[in-house]
């Protein structure tokens, strides 16, 4: 089985400011890795992906995430935030024959 | 290149009705998968299709349904529709599995 759990459910943090939203998996197999984003009434787009190679996974809008297997984690980063950024933050995991598994998701909301 | 497109973007039933929703993936991608999404349980997979076979399918009531054409266009279907369908329900293609999805905006239905 894999479970993924976004430990914050929501982040509020001010304008130009940095940001880490936080996410830990569980799973027995070897797993590719995603962050997505929601903006409100529209599907989620994807912001990044670890599928293998680097670690460290640069994506779009400034984002990045560091894959760290010894603590099964894949935090979302980014050095600073702008108010476009406010949106719902969604990681996924995917491994094996096993279906996607998304997180509860991370409200980011961003204040001027 | 055209996105993902989901029709209709909002629905209503009332209970006992049955609905289908559409979803055409983007060019060239061959897998589709089906998602509901609701404020209370998060976004849970539902099927995922490729080259018109179900590869996968998640812990839903088999009053959910759906199939894939040989175009890698999609429908899902709902019978007897319950209050608690009422969701968002979001259908993302890959070129490939494991790959990452692109997800269209969603079907919006509420069950009156």
């Known amino acids: 089985a894999q479970s993924v759990t976004q430990l914050d459910s929501q982040v509020p943090v001010f304008e130009e400011a940095p940001v880490e939203l936080r996410c830990n998996y569980s799973?027995?197999?070897?797993?590719?890795l995603f962050w997505y984003v929601q903006y409100p009434n529209q599907g989620l787009q994807l912001l990044l992906k670890?599928?293998?190679?680097?670690?460290l996974v640069k994506g779009i809008n400034g984002f990045e995430a560091e894959f760290n297997k010894s603590q099964t984690s894949f935090h979302l980063r980014k050095p600073s935030v702008h108010i476009s950024d406010t949106a719902e933050y969604f990681c996924a995991v995917k491994g094996g024959s096993y279906i996607p598994t998304f997180g509860r998701g991370t409200s980011l909301i961003v204040h001027p | 290149k055209a996105g993902v497109t989901q029709t209709p973007r909002y629905l209503i039933k009332t209970r006992g009705q049955q609905v289908t929703l559409s979803c055409s993936p983007i060019s060239g991608h061959r897998s589709v998968s089906w998602y509901q999404q609701t404020p209370g349980q998060g976004l849970q997979f539902l099927f995922e299709y490729f080259s018109e076979t179900q590869r996968n399918k998640g812990n839903f009531p088999g009053r959910f349904s759906g199939r894939q054409f040989s175009n890698s266009r999609s429908e899902m279907n709902v019978s007897t529709l319950e209050l608690g369908d009422s969701a968002l329900y979001l259908c993302?293609?890959?070129?490939?599995?494991?790959?990452?999805?692109?997800f269209g905006d969603g079907t919006r239905l509420s069950i009156l």
């Open positions: 799973s027995s197999v070897s797993v590719y």
């Open positions: 670890y599928l293998s190679g680097s670690t």
């Open positions: 993302a293609s890959s070129l490939e599995v494991d790959q990452p999805q692109h």
